[in-house]
DNA sequence: GAAATAGTGTCTCTGAGACAATATACT
DNA sequence: AGTATATTGTCTCAGAGACACTATTTC
């Protein structure tokens, strides 16, 4: 066994013993030269994708109001990308890590604290910001839309909530010559508010062969989004109606009561795609508690108010 | 509308209208004269999980041998943490994308690519580096062990395969004021080769409130490996073991031709139990391909050799 | 009473867990 | 023949999909 294993780490709080380098320098030494050279470093942004889910009014006062999926978007004020719009985002500093930069962004943008986070992918690839190498750190925000009060933060021109869409425009599947594969999904982001309408097409290439498997995304085309912004929507949507299935995640987007058939809507709108009443009460039946109250005044038979069951979590 | 909105982006190659902003520069002049500035920036390293099955010998030579996961790691062979044992990994460069730095690591250390590759997460806890400002952007690699050949890198005193052990410990669970709760886990994490063996405990706390839930991992005791590469290869395993009910991602462990029983014993060893025999054939029938492939000269019944199944997959 | 939603019951099908029975090479 | 593993069959139970039926408030 070599010696330098009877040391333990900085991180139990004993004393590291002072072994010494080629250079016959202690770990303190060494660090105390150490320069952090001209190695070429990135610049480090935490975009961040917040969905919230609002209602859409109905003309029918008898009729439930529909619900959309929504997403906060900034629009740039400044160049690079000037007049697009943008994830709110911004650089992480030395004193901070990527989730605490993150949860600075989303309470300067929305006021907000104290919600659903999770970090989701780093983007890297070269040139994505024109400007310098930027790396993004990106992270989702679940909030519910009845504690959010949405602030233009300092370079933003403007900021606001837009509907999402993101459909499978359509599929495709080349062979490749030694024996595996490639399949090519093309999906449609649309992305609607007051102040107009975005598109994009992300292409989610899923490359199979004998040994590896791999997946990329590539923007298509893109109206109107800034950087590589319309990847980090999509993969945010797959990451959410991933996790939908099985978790709780979608009850961070409900109020603290709310009705089964609100939360029934919610998994509807993440995964564009029509539920069962009944085959849905059972699956959620652990996630929620009852409550004794319930809704007034909807013209039509009222409902029981449930909140999160913070028990039972898997 | 905003008449910036006509614009297309140069994804699309469209040439750009000359928007200009507050200084009246267009976006070519603005970049033209922009300086990267003094912001300070991160380094960011790509780390490795790279995970092989190996076949652990049996003294009966009808028994089938063991099998036993197994992750990488280089001896440091200079400060910071000199002799500890690392995650191998290096720095991003300008040129590449974390993935490339990913896979360019993985070629120089094991001379393999073509391999399974996932990004895990970007840690960057600070101070997690006693140099300076360095944040980790860590990737997994699954490699069958029959075309692994461990080669030492540049600044590697040693390489070696170590078996991973990942026990729960123990749990506990702290009630909040506001209804809310924190749960513990502790794990062991037990990493032994024939350098010796190395054993950390990670916390994984899972912080429940009325709106919001957050999981954070802790090295609680560490003794031998180097910087925060307790808690990534926490979190790799635990990405595996979520990963190998719902994918086919243990596929890529295995030689080209393999038997089911192989197949089994190789999610028995990362989930670290026992499975039925019946039902975990019939949970990777889809997975997998028949071939007229036998075993021969075993001692016993030959079995029928099989092969990944690149269609289908989900 | 009509409208609209709330909430429950039940049949079927599928898939996993548990266990058992049978098959087959090698020494 | 004995050993060790291979492979298949089947019973049961739980959960999801599908559909239908009943309940309740407001106007």
Known sequence: MLSVRAERTRLDGDKKMDVRDRDGLTEREFLERYSAGDYERPSVAADMVIFTVTDEEEDNYRKLPEKELRVLLIQRGGHPYLGRWALPGGFVRPTETTEQAAQREL?????????YL?????FSDIGRDPRTWVMSCSYMALIDAGKVQVRAGDDAANAAWF?????????????????????????ELRLVSEHGELTAIVERAQTVTETASCTSYRVVSNDGLAFDHAKIIAYAIERLR????????????????????????????????????????????????????????VGHRPSRLYRRNLEELR
């Open 107 to 115: 309470s300067e943008e929305t006021g907000v604290d104290n919600v």
């Open 118 to 122: 999770e970090q989701l992918y780093t």
């Open 242 to 297: 991933g996790k939908v299935n099985y978790t709780d995640i979608a009850l961070h987007l409900m109020p603290k009561l709310f009705t089964l058939t609100e939360l029934q809507q919610v998994y509807e709108v993440i995964l564009d795609k029509e539920l069962l009443k009944a085959a849905f009460r059972r699956k959620v039946a652990d996630l929620v508690a009852e409550t004794d109250h319930y809704t007034e005044n």
């Open 163 to 187: 509907k999402v869409a993101y459909r499978l425009l359509g599929e495709g599947k080349e062979l490749l010559k030694d024996g595996g594969y490639v399949r090519t999904q093309q999906h």
